[in-house]
């Protein structure tokens, strides 16, 4: 930790001379809390060293990006994410002073010297280098070797179902700010673990206690009741687990002795953490007699079709999904264009990782809200996730029974279109950018135009380009320019046309 932290100091340290020796004097500023993370862009400087040549001086203003090849990308093509974020001192906004952002995506961007001069865009911008993403902290960091049971958590109200999962609210009763409050709650006898009842909550404790995790309790059908074929059938869950998390009694030697089994995805501050990974045997969980009884053991459930055990995921508790924040809020302009970039931020991270989400959209995207109300948004639910240390991004389509991924409605063209044969192969390296394109409809308050039905429904199989429905003319030009760039029905042109230069 103290060597990450010197690191992460001289870094900072860094960042300043270079901004002392080329940027114009003034106050600069990050976004949201002190202690969240912003929205990336550490990786300028690495950016404006890649787009320019040997023995070119280094440009601090951000020009629009042309199409050029780059060895180093780690995209199939040769592409990547690239990401710059720019801010500018002006009036406070709702997340503090006026962001400005820059960033491309696609086949390795460079620089033009020539600006476009479009709705009233500066003339110049005064890119600067903010705090590199932080990770958010570990509830269960200094309680490394529990939480491994299910008996150990006080488990709350349901937050959500899926179609394989159950979420609910969760905390530890020896986390610091519940020491005192789960000795004056009465739970329900003979559970296990031990629950809350809803009705008796605040008759019973004067505080109720902060639920700051959330278990998610998977559906067991067909995996069996060992722990060993339960991590090995669900082992896309794991993806996003740390080994702290799998440090368990089954987890770290059952899911790391298989090989050729899931990648292991690097922390990112847009995708979820999970803290731990276990298994138990299913509990009879507030509403499950309700929500989900076939999913139930017989022993719980005369009709149930599950089996006595399962895995359990313990991760933050989010307040909400994109999809149900964008029901109550409607963003801003500038603040749609964080969001989005912010999804763009996770995507690249994947597909850098050599995994492949393929089952992107707004409800498996989560979000977290800092002080000011600003919206954080966190990828999660890899359930369908493409993550194999062989075969990376490149799936084997060899008959119509492999499995292509989960959303049906944003399933990339070049996923859906493809024929299976011999040799065939799905390339995953541009299909949740591509879904990005289609939730950032979602994000400036128009109707996905892949959902619902009638003559605005649009089919990714058979959809042209030009029946895309236009954004409204208070989005940004170039920030219309990317979603259209991003829903090209070519994975190839997606990088060759994207210019991207967002202006808030």
Request: include cysteine.
């Given at each position: 930790m103290?060597?990450?932290?010197?690191?992460?100091?001289?870094?900072q340290l860094?960042?300043?001379?270079?901004?002392?020796?080329?940027?114009?004097?003034?106050?600069?500023?990050?976004w949201?809390?002190?202690?969240?993370?912003?929205?990336?862009?550490?990786?300028?400087?690495?950016?404006?060293?890649?787009?320019?040549?040997?023995?070119?001086?280094?440009?601090?203003?951000?020009?629009?990006?042309?199409a050029?090849?780059?060895?180093?990308?780690q995209?199939?093509?040769?592409?990547?994410?690239?990401?710059?974020?720019?801010?500018?001192a002006?009036?406070?906004?709702p997340?503090?002073?006026?962001?400005?952002?820059?960033?491309?995506?696609?086949?390795?961007?460079?620089?033009?010297s020539?600006?476009?001069?479009?709705?009233?865009?500066p003339?110049?911008?005064?890119?600067?280098?903010?705090?590199?993403?932080?990770?958010?902290?570990?509830?269960?960091?200094?309680r490394?070797w529990?939480?491994?049971?299910?008996?150990?958590?006080l488990?709350?109200?349901?937050?959500?179902?899926?179609?394989?999962?159950a979420?609910?609210?969760?905390?530890?009763?020896?986390?610091?700010?519940?020491l005192?409050?789960?000795k004056?709650i009465?739970?329900?006898?003979?559970?296990?673990?031990?629950?809350?009842?809803?009705?008796?909550?605040?008759?019973?404790?004067?505080r109720?206690?902060?639920?700051?995790?959330?278990?998610?309790?998977?559906?067991?059908?067909?995996?069996?009741?060992?722990?060993e074929?339960?991590?090995?059938?669900?082992?896309?869950?794991?993806?996003?687990?740390?080994?702290?998390?799998?440090?368990g009694?089954?987890?770290a030697?059952?899911?790391?002795?298989s090989?050729?089994?899931?990648?292991?995805?690097?922390?990112?501050?847009?995708?979820i953490?999970?803290?731990?990974?276990?298994?138990?045997s299913?509990?009879?969980?507030p509403?499950a007699?309700?929500?989900?009884?076939d999913?139930?053991?017989?022993?719980?459930?005369?009709?149930?079709?599950?089996?006595?055990?399962?895995?359990?995921?313990?991760?933050?508790?989010?307040?909400?999904?994109?999809?149900?924040?964008?029901?109550?809020?409607?963003?801003?302009?500038?603040?749609?264009?964080?969001?989005?970039?912010?999804?763009?931020?996770?995507?690249?991270?994947?597909?850098?990782?050599?995994?492949?989400?393929?089952?992107?959209?707004?409800?498996n995207?989560?979000?977290d809200?800092?002080?000011?109300?600003?919206?954080?948004?966190?990828?999660?639910?890899?359930?369908?996730?493409?993550?194999d240390?062989?075969?990376?991004l490149q799936?084997?389509?060899?008959?119509?029974?492999?499995?292509?991924?989960?959303?049906?409605?944003?399933?990339?063209?070049?996923?859906?279109?493809a024929?299976?044969?011999?040799?065939?192969?799905?390339?995953y390296?541009?299909?949740?950018?591509?879904?990005?394109?289609?939730?950032?409809?979602?994000?400036?308050?128009?109707?996905?135009?892949?959902?619902?039905?009638?003559?605005?429904?649009?089919?990714?199989?058979?959809y042209?380009?030009?029946q895309?429905?236009?954004?409204?003319?208070?989005?940004?030009?170039?920030?219309r320019?990317?979603?259209?760039?991003?829903?090209?029905?070519e994975?190839?042109?997606t990088?060759?046309?994207?210019?991207?230069?967002?202006?808030?």
């Amino acid at each position: 930790m103290a060597v990450r932290q010197a690191l992460g100091r001289g870094l900072q340290l860094g960042r300043a001379l270079l901004l002392r020796f080329t940027a114009k004097p003034g106050p600069t500023y990050g976004w949201g809390r002190p202690e969240r993370p912003g929205p990336a862009a550490g990786w300028a400087a690495e950016s404006a060293r890649a787009s320019r040549g040997p023995g070119r001086a280094a440009q601090v203003g951000l020009g629009l990006p042309a199409a050029t090849a780059s060895s180093a990308s780690q995209w199939p093509a040769g592409a990547r994410l690239q990401r710059q974020f720019v801010v500018r001192a002006g009036q406070r906004g709702p997340c503090g002073r006026a962001v400005f952002l820059a960033f491309g995506l696609g086949l390795g961007l460079s620089r033009r010297s020539k600006r476009r001069q479009a709705g009233g865009l500066p003339s110049e911008i005064q890119a600067i280098f903010t705090q590199k993403n932080k990770l958010l902290p570990d509830p269960l960091d200094t309680r490394r070797w529990q939480g491994f049971r299910l008996e150990e958590y006080l488990i709350g109200q349901s937050i959500g179902k899926g179609c394989s999962a159950a979420v609910y609210e969760a905390t530890m009763p020896v986390l610091p700010q519940n020491l005192e409050v789960v000795k004056s709650i009465r739970l329900l006898p003979g559970s296990s673990p031990e629950i809350i009842p809803r009705g008796e909550e605040e008759e019973q404790a004067p505080r109720a206690p902060t639920f700051p995790l959330a278990i998610k309790m998977m559906w067991n059908i067909s995996a069996g009741s060992s722990s060993e074929a339960i991590f090995s059938t669900m082992s896309q869950e794991l993806v996003p687990a740390s080994r702290v998390a799998l440090a368990g009694e089954y987890g770290a030697v059952i899911h790391r002795k298989s090989k050729g089994g899931p990648k292991q995805l690097a922390p990112h501050p847009n995708i979820i953490r999970v803290f731990r990974a276990f298994t138990s045997s299913v509990p009879l969980l507030p509403g499950a007699l309700i929500d989900y009884p076939d999913v139930l053991p017989p022993r719980l459930h005369p009709g149930g079709l599950g089996h006595g055990r399962t895995l359990f995921l313990v991760m933050k508790n989010y307040p909400c999904t994109l999809r149900q924040y964008l029901c109550e809020n409607t963003p801003s302009p500038r603040l749609a264009t964080v969001m989005t970039l912010q999804l763009l931020e996770g995507v690249d991270h994947l597909v850098q990782q050599g995994i492949a989400h393929r089952d992107l959209k707004s409800d498996n995207i989560l979000v977290d809200l800092d002080a000011d109300g600003c919206p954080w948004l966190v990828i999660t639910d890899f359930g369908c996730c493409l993550a194999d240390e062989h075969i990376g991004l490149q799936l084997p389509f060899t008959s119509w029974y492999v499995d292509r991924g989960g959303n049906g409605c944003l399933m990339a063209p070049e996923v859906c279109t493809a024929c299976p044969g011999p040799r065939a192969v799905i390339d995953y390296s541009k299909a949740d950018a591509w879904a990005v394109g289609a939730i950032t409809y979602e994000i400036f308050g128009l109707p996905n135009p892949f959902y619902g039905q009638g003559r605005a429904h649009l089919e990714s199989r058979s959809y042209q380009e030009a029946q895309l429905p236009a954004l409204p003319e208070s989005v940004p030009l170039d920030v219309r320019q990317l979603v259209r760039s991003l829903l090209q029905r070519e994975a190839s042109k997606t990088s060759e046309k994207l210019v991207a230069k967002l202006v808030c």
